[in-house]
């Protein structure tokens, strides 16, 4: 018996159950033998044998006998992958402009996606346009068992409801969450989407260590932050906080002198303006030069006061400078208070960070604990 239908809050971690931590060794380094998950997973055999059990039960993991080395010595040693044919999930990032739909087998890794523009107009038509437009994906794969469906979504989002308000595209208490769950019949889960972006560097990225603090910006049409500590995305009880109002000194981009809210410097919208103001064009190094010095020192100012091992950045306002990172970096460096350097750090996943983001919501909760996730 599978999970029903519902609002289920994102499990933003690395899993820490025997079942979580065999299964995310299977996702990693399989194919892979039971010998071995004991070795990397730091369990006793009988505590591997049992979880690798559950999940063969639970159709999560398949053996390979076909993969077996004919030439070892011994009893052949049957090895373990992910179950990536028969089972997957669906993941919506819902974008200010445009909104990324995709199938993801259970490793993450994309099936198929492809972007839709948002509707605009009232909020559940709106939303249930997407849901319709999901479905008619998921029908697509139809050989496969659907187990979760996710959304990522700017705004500000009640991860326990699935609600959002978001006031760029005006919705206010948008049931997402259930509309999306009905619509596609699953249990569904729905995050601001900059922590999943963050949790997908955690979760979806083997380079990063768990145990690391981390400071994740993303700066596109809207520029937001979030933070993991401990193998874990920080979501606070009342929702994600934000960094738009973060005072910057942009002269070009303000209408009147001092300085403006970090917002009023990024997206396209804010370019174009600058551009009408000053005669400009928007991608005159004048003004990209004066974006990335703005982002670069309010980073170091929440920096200096957070102090993470690593920051990682990713958007267009980052990307689409000339010469890259560096004058960010170079702005970054120049306001830094703190006595250690530390390097900027591009996000691992590139132009498919929104996609990246959406799919580790859909498959959060399972990566968390695979087997109580399933158990509905």
């Not at 948008?174 to 922590?195: F, K, R």
């Not at 950045?313 to 970054?332: E, I, S």
Request: net charge negative; proline share 6%.
């Amino acid at each position: 018996m599978g999970p029903s239908a519902g609002v289920v809050p994102a499990a933003l971690r690395v899993g820490t159950s025997p079942a979580a931590v065999v299964f995310a060794r299977v996702r990693g380094g399989g194919p892979v033998t039971r010998d071995v998950l004991v070795e990397s997973a730091n369990l006793s055999a009988a505590t591997v044998n049992r979880q690798v059990h559950a999940l063969l039960e639970a159709g999560l993991v398949v053996e390979r006998p076909d993969l077996v080395d004919g030439g070892g010595i011994g009893r052949p040693k049957v090895p373990l992958t992910l179950n990536h044919d028969g089972l997957a999930v669906a993941a919506m990032h819902i974008g200010a402009r445009r909104t990324l739909l995709a199938i993801a087998d259970l490793s993450g890794r994309t099936v198929h996606s492809h972007a839709v523009r948002t509707p605009t107009g009232a909020a559940d038509a709106a939303v249930a346009e997407l849901a319709g437009a999901l479905a008619e994906l998921v029908g697509r794969f139809s050989g496969r068992r659907f187990l979760w469906a996710g959304v990522a979504v700017g705004g500000d989002v009640d991860e326990t409801t699935g609600t959002v308000d978001h006031p760029i595209l005006g919705w206010r208490g948008a049931p997402v969450g259930a509309i999306v769950g009905a619509t596609l019949g699953l249990p569904v889960s729905v995050c601001e989407h900059v922590q999943a972006m963050a949790a997908a560097e955690l979760v979806l990225a083997p380079s990063l260590s768990a145990g690391r603090s981390s400071m994740y910006w993303y700066a596109r049409e809207t520029v937001g932050m979030a933070l993991t500590l401990d193998g874990q995305v920080h979501v606070p009880s009342t929702g994600a906080g934000t960094v738009a109002h973060v005072p910057v000194q942009a002269p070009h981009f303000a209408d009147v002198p001092g300085p403006v809210g970090l917002q009023q410097v990024i997206g396209s919208a804010a370019l174009e303006a600058a551009a009408t103001r000053t005669g400009f064009a928007p991608s005159s190094s004048t003004l990209l030069d004066e974006r990335a010095r703005a982002l670069g020192e309010a980073i170091a100012a929440i920096g200096d006061a957070i102090n993470p091992d690593t920051i990682i950045v990713a958007g267009d306002a980052f990307a689409d400078h000339p010469r890259g990172l560096a004058p960010v970096q170079a702005a970054f460096d120049a306001a830094r208070h703190l006595p250690h350097r530390l390097e900027l750090t591009p996000t691992q996943f590139g132009l498919s960070v929104q996609e990246a983001a959406a799919v580790v919501v859909a498959a959060s909760v399972i990566y968390a604990d695979p087997l109580l996730a399933l158990a509905g």
